[in-house]
């Protein structure tokens, strides 16, 4: 158990730190395994606004939390997530006022 401890508690005082510090410290690039992302977005209250698969085969996600603050992670085969951008003063936009394009409509 204190083994579990020594390793578990410094992960998540890191990632908590991540998420709940100011935007520009957050690392673009940085690469965690998925869950332990996962649980990061929901420990910051972030929402997902948006997914998808990209042209290099792998999950983009991008999340919004209240203070407008956005991330956008890629979401690997390995289990690996990694934050692809981010940044602050975003828009939470009204999908009933926005055209959405899928590969199955015309355009």
């Given at each position: 158990m204190m083994a579990l401890q020594k390793y578990c508690l410094p992960i998540a005082a890191?990632?908590?730190?991540?998420?709940?510090?100011?935007p520009a410290q957050s690392k673009v690039g940085l690469c965690i395994p998925t869950d332990k992302m996962m649980e990061s977005v929901r420990v910051a209250k972030m929402q997902i606004v948006f997914r998808g698969i990209s042209d290099r085969n792998h999950l983009v996600t991008v999340y919004i939390n209240e203070e407008a603050v956005f991330l956008a992670i890629t979401h690997h085969h390995n289990y690996m997530s990694c934050i692809a951008d981010k940044g602050t003063d975003g828009e939470k936009l009204d999908v009933n006022k926005v055209h959405l394009y899928n590969s199955a409509q015309p355009k």
């Open positions: 890191f990632i908590a730190a991540f998420f709940l510090t100011a």
